[in-house]
């Protein structure tokens, strides 16, 4: 019975062990998730730098810290904010998925849309090069989520805001003609747009 009582004593003191040390790596792991998830986001290129027009989730018309609001037209982000404000009473908020971008920034969109749809020509449906981007000038904007890019396809040209292209409801620029004569008729998409020929 002794043998006994001293295997006992002696197994509580490492297995309490065993899941102190295993805690601890568990605990370090979790700490640690996100920025291992952000170095693999960037290294997969899903995020630009800041400098360069890049967003993380959740930014808004009102994030001045960062250069893609920011560095937008002054005229286009006060329509924007204009805009933001009356929705925001009706349970909307303007994120910004893409606002101003470098050249930089624009070039490798279009190489990346090159690679995910196999050609040039495709690629140019959703991407414009950098010489022809609105996105480059400060003059357009990607407007999050389903929400808001519905309430301003009802309400948009009152502010001078329109949708440019029918494949991209998120893509909106400043037009403000539109407040007394309504957005014109859309692009079906930036192929068709006699500015993207450059």
């Not at 994120?95 to 624009?106: C, E, H, T």
């Not at 196999?118 to 090069?129: P, Y």
């Not at 040209?157 to 949708?163: E, K, S």
Request: charged share 25%.
């Amino acid at each position: 019975m002794a043998a006994r009582t001293a295997t006992r004593g002696t197994f509580r003191p490492t297995a309490v062990g065993l899941v102190v040390v295993t805690a601890a790596i568990i605990g370090t792991l979790v700490y640690r998730a996100p920025s291992l998830i952000d170095a693999l986001r960037d290294r997969l290129g899903d995020t630009a730098a800041e400098a360069d027009g890049g967003l993380p989730g959740g930014v808004t018309v009102f994030d001045d810290r960062y250069p893609g609001v920011a560095n937008l037209d002054p005229d286009l982000l006060q329509a924007l904010r204009d805009a933001a404000m009356d929705a925001a009473a009706d349970g909307v908020v303007f994120y910004v998925n893409s606002g101003w971008r470098s050249r930089a920034y624009q070039n490798q969109l279009l190489r990346d849309a090159v690679a995910k749809y196999g050609s040039e020509e495709e690629a140019a449906r959703w991407v414009a090069t950098a010489d022809t981007s609105p996105h480059v000038s400060g003059h357009a904007i990607d407007v999050g989520r389903a929400d808001a890019t519905a309430w301003l396809s009802e309400h948009g040209a009152r502010y001078g805001l329109c949708q440019i292209y029918r494949n991209e409801p998120w893509h909106y620029e400043l037009r403000p003609e539109a407040i007394s004569r309504g957005c014109h008729l859309m692009y079906a998409d930036p192929t068709r747009d006699p500015r993207m020929r450059g």
